[in-house]
Every structure is written in C-alpha cells, then in structure tokens.
C-alpha cells in the first residue's frame, strides 16, 4: 500500500470523504482495500476507527456472500466457467476467512468446467459443410467411421441406432434440437460417470482409431477431441 497519513486536517477531510464514497458504493472489495490501506497506519487507523469499524461489518457481509455464492456456484451442475472463476476471484479479493477448503475445491470445479467448455467448443465450431463431408469419408474411413458412432454413444444414441452407418449419417446431419451440437451444448458430462457400460464401450473404440485417418475430416477430428477429452475426464 502506498498510503499516507499525517494527521492534517486536510487529509481528515480528504480521508473522510473517501469513506464516506466507499459506504455509499456497496463494492464490497473496494471498500475492503480501502479498510486495508487506511488500516496499514497506526494513526489513520485510531483517527477514523469508528468509520473502518462500519465498514468493516460491510466487508463481512460481503465476504459471506461471497462464500454462499461460490459455495451455490460449486453445487450447481450448470454453473459456467466464467461464473465460477467470477465468484473463486470475489471470495480471494475480499480473503474470505476460512475460505481454503472451499477456494480448493471450487479450482477443481472450474478447471473441470473450464475443460468441458473447450471440449465443446470443438464440436459448436464445426462447419455445416464438415457434417455433410464426413458421410462420404466415413464410407471408406475405419477410423472417421468408428468416432462417429462412439461420438454418438457418449451423448446418449443407443446401440442399436448406431449400428448402421446409414443412419450415424442422418444422426449427424441433424439440424435444430436434434442436432449434434445441440445435444453436446445439453449435455450433463458428468452424469455419464453413471453410464459404466457405455464408459467401457466408447473407451474400446477409441483404441480402434488410428488418428492419422481422421486429418482429412473437419469433424472427424472434433469428435476425436471431444469424446477423448471427455473419457480423460471421466474415466482415466
């Protein structure tokens, strides 16, 4: 901290103000570095004791709700990267008390989160022409032909519809809510933890592919990076 206080009725008055702004903002961390700083000098701290005491008991508020909100984001299966890293950054700003425990697990939330996103990211950037193109490939393509069906597995086809590479193909060309992407950006990645037989499948098929094969397909390659990522994850 850079600041300052001599006593003067100047800076009293500048100090004053300053407090009085960080009541009324409501910003929690900002009025907690305010505290900090003002805290820092022994003299800045007696002299304006009755102000920090005040907000003080705001920054406490805040660093509740901050543990409540991360805490919240952590049990929610639908919570973003972006809102967890938002609320890991409030609860270290504001340094929570007792906050380690939660702050741990939390990182380990949004680093998964954080890759799931990615990995979706890989199949909501294929191109409309990638879809069409990988019907043609897959016909003389193993490897382009064993992804898609494994790709279609892990986001809940049954067996049996995958079996012809005929309909994997009209599967895959699906537009709207029947659509591949559709069905990835809905999809509860971890609740395939449960899916112990399809699990086992799909990690069989995987040791099929020869990667290689797959660098001629936009899609191909997506699917690879989706369904190995997501089996790194959930089946190591």
Partial sequence: STFKFDGSGEQT?????????ALKSKDHVRIKQICTDVESVELAAKTFKNQLSILNDIVAEGQEKAMKDLQKAIND????????????DKVALLNCPGSDAL????????????????LRKLVDD?????????????????????????ML???????????????????VTKTGKESIKSRVRSLDI??????????????????????????????GKAFYGFVAGVMAELDH
């Fill in 13 to 21: 008055k500048s100090i004053n103000k300053m407090l009085t702004e």
């Fill in 77 to 88: 299966s639908n919570s973003s990267h972006e809102e967890l890293q938002s609320c890991l």
């Fill in 103 to 118: 702050v741990k697990e939390g990182l380990e939330v949004f680093i998964r989160a954080e890759h799931f996103s990615k």
């Fill in 126 to 150: 294929i191109g409309f022409k990638a879809f069409a193109d990988i019907a043609q490939i897959g016909e003389s393509n193993e490897s382009v032909a064993v992804i898609v069906r494994a």
């Fill in 153 to 171: 597995l892990l986001i809940g086809t049954p067996p049996k519809e995958v079996a012809s590479f005929d309909n994997c193909i009209e599967l």
């Fill in 190 to 219: 971890l609740s395939l933890k449960s899916k112990k037989k399809t699990l086992k499948l799909v990690g069989k098929m995987l040791l099929k592919i020869k990667v290689d094969d797959l660098t001629n397909t936009e899609a």
